[in-house]
């Protein structure tokens, strides 16, 4: 039995395959490449990625909502028209009303004043608020600490210069 096995294998090995020659020739390639896929395993899901970026558009699009991988796309002329929606007073009332202002605050002289100067590109008004803020925000001493950095990175030019 082992000799006609191996006279059929001798005789399938001589079998014409396209690019490879014989099937023998592809089995002997089969085996090689095999040992290199180890080494190429992590390439896979790169690969597999990359060639889905290039045919997956050329997919058609029937076939992709059949299979469930897509939506069905409607177009826009095609789809159904929304369904109403119910408000009450209450709602209608506040879109209504939702750009009005409330009403709460009136401008002060001083408000009024800021706007003008701000619309001339003036904040003298403001710079004046700000430094008093600053100045209430600071604690005492607190600045000391960047003067001192200061005059030491001046101290530093200072010796290399020399």
Known sequence: MSAAMASLLQTAGK???PLFGSLS??????ANASRKFPAAAGWAFPAVVGGLWFVWPAVDQE???EMGFARKVI???EAPAPKPVALDDSAKDAIANAYKADG???PT???IQIGKE???GVTTSLEKEWEAFNEKAIRPGEDDDDEDDD????????????
């Open 151 to 162: 005059d030491e990175d001046e101290d530093d030019e200072d010796e290399d210069d020399e």
């Open 104 to 106: 709460g605050h009136k």
């Open 25 to 30: 020739t592809l089995t002997l390639w089969g």
């Open 63 to 65: 076939w992709k909502e």
């Open 109 to 111: 002289a001083i408000d």
């Open 118 to 120: 701000l619309r001339m």
């Open 15 to 17: 079998v014409p395959v």
């Open 75 to 77: 177009p826009p002329g």
